[in-house]
T-cell receptor, first 109, second 116 residues
């Protein structure tokens, strides 16, 4: 069975500091990894997907199959980055999603 | 674009009653919709996958007779919690996937269900 692990429930950094949100996965097939973000009082929205290899809002994430990781990084955190971040693994023909438990990022001024 | 709505946003009901939650894709046709459940301070757990015009596929451990899912059109899926009990109180979230957008799910705002 597939599993997504986000080891940090809470992460607090200062504005301008680098941030890394960790995500590890377990899946026997070829993984499709995503990062979703949920800002306060808003719905869950897609931040980025590994297959696109893009940078969104300054965030990047690289799939490391050897370490089964998909860590989310940003070199200079901003206060507006404060949110709940979920790592998710897509599987099956319908691209069902298995979510990690989420990391609440707080960026302090 | 790609907006998903849910109705109601919150509902309180008595134990033993049934509650219906609607999920609509407002500006696209959703061939597949998903229903999730989220307990306080926990992650989203997939309950079931529904494809338009066919029976829903439930995840292991989810009672299909208790959580009835109907996906009768390309823009509407409903989740009915039958004979609700206090332990069914939770945050229910739907997502929808457009035809041709294989891997992108658009999420609704969620429905808070409280069973007294």
């Amino acid at each position: 069975a597939q599993r997504v692990t986000q080891p940090e429930k809470l992460l607090s950094v200062f504005k301008g500091a680098p941030v890394e949100l960790k995500c590890n996965y377990s899946y026997s097939g070829s993984p499709e990894l995503f990062w979703y973000v949920q800002y306060s009082r808003q719905r869950l929205q897609l931040l980025l997907r590994h297959i696109s290899r893009e940078s969104i809002k300054g965030f990047t994430a690289d799939l490391n199959k050897g370490e089964t990781s998909f860590h989310l990084k940003k070199p200079f955190a901003q206060e507006e980055d404060s949110a709940m971040y979920y790592c998710a693994l897509g599987y099956g023909s319908n691209y069902k999603l298995t979510f990690g438990k989420g990391t609440l990022l707080t960026v302090n001024p | 674009g790609a907006v998903v709505s849910q109705h109601p946003s919150w509902v309180i009901c008595k134990s033993g009653t049934s509650v219906k939650i609607e999920c609509r894709s407002l500006d696209f046709q959703a061939t597949t919709m998903f229903w999730y459940r989220q307990f306080p301070k926990q992650s989203l757990m997939l309950m079931a996958t529904s494809n338009e015009g066919s029976k829903a596929t439930y995840e292991q451990g989810v009672e299909k007779d208790k959580f009835l899912i109907n996906h009768a059109s390309l823009t509407l899926s409903t989740l009915t919690v039958t004979s609700a009990h206090p332990e069914d109180s939770s945050f229910y979230i739907c997502s929808a996937k457009a035809a041709g957008a294989a891997d992108t799910q658009y999420f609704g705002p969620g429905t808070r269900l409280t069973v007294l």
